[in-house]
């Protein structure tokens, strides 16, 4: 067997991106490839299908949304501060541009369920987890 010559934890990364901008089914498999920085053999070596990966990119987003939520709140003053950063923090990030400047990513969330909701039912069963950690954030930011 050979040894992979690239770091799947990157090469994840870079297919989140891609996944995040044009949703599953339009992310071709050349686009994908590019994105992750890697051929075809070693994506098949590594990696069971483009649905695998998609999979394994929205659990990397899911794990890395809370940390992110947890650090815009956590020098908020009040909950009106704490709730104005979360927005903000989001908006800013669906708005970070990707190849071009004129890119709107929107909510990988959002745009997933918009795109699979249903037809998958195992990432429906993920998107759940991923709205219920948002709520956990805006329960913290609105206080007791």
Same mark, same amino acid.
């Given at each position: 067997?050979?040894?992979?010559?690239?770091?799947?934890?990157?090469?994840?990364?870079?297919?989140?991106?891609?996944?995040?901008?044009?949703?599953?089914?339009?992310?071709?498999?050349?686009?994908? =490839?590019?994105?992750?920085?890697?051929?075809?053999?070693?994506?098949?070596?590594?990696?069971?299908?483009?649905?695998?990966?998609?999979?394994?990119?929205?659990?990397?987003?899911?794990?890395?949304?809370?940390?992110?939520?947890?650090?815009?709140?956590?020098?908020?003053?009040?909950?009106?501060?704490?709730?104005?950063?979360?927005?903000?923090?989001?908006?800013?990030?669906?708005?970070?541009?990707?190849?071009?400047?004129?890119?709107?990513?929107?909510?990988?969330?959002?745009?997933?369920?918009?795109? =699979?909701?249903?037809?998958?039912?195992?990432?429906?069963?993920?998107?759940?987890?991923?709205?219920?950690?948002?709520?956990?954030?805006?329960?913290?930011?609105?206080?007791?």
């Amino acid at each position: 067997m050979r040894n992979k010559t690239f770091d799947p934890d990157e090469a994840l990364l870079g297919a989140l991106s891609a996944f995040w901008q044009g949703g599953f089914e339009r992310t071709s498999m050349p686009k994908l =490839l590019d994105s992750m920085g890697i051929g075809r053999a070693s994506f098949y070596n590594a990696f069971d299908s483009k649905r695998d990966v998609f999979i394994k990119s929205l659990d990397l987003y899911l794990e890395n949304v809370g940390a992110h939520l947890s650090r815009l709140i956590a020098d908020a003053k009040d909950s009106d501060c704490a709730v104005a950063a979360l927005i903000d923090g989001v908006l800013g990030v669906a708005n970070r541009p990707g190849r071009s400047t004129t890119d709107w990513r929107g909510c990988l969330i959002g745009n997933t369920a918009l795109e =699979l909701g249903t037809v998958d039912q195992e990432i429906v069963d993920r998107l759940r987890l991923g709205v219920e950690v948002l709520r956990g954030h805006r329960n913290e930011a609105s206080g007791p």
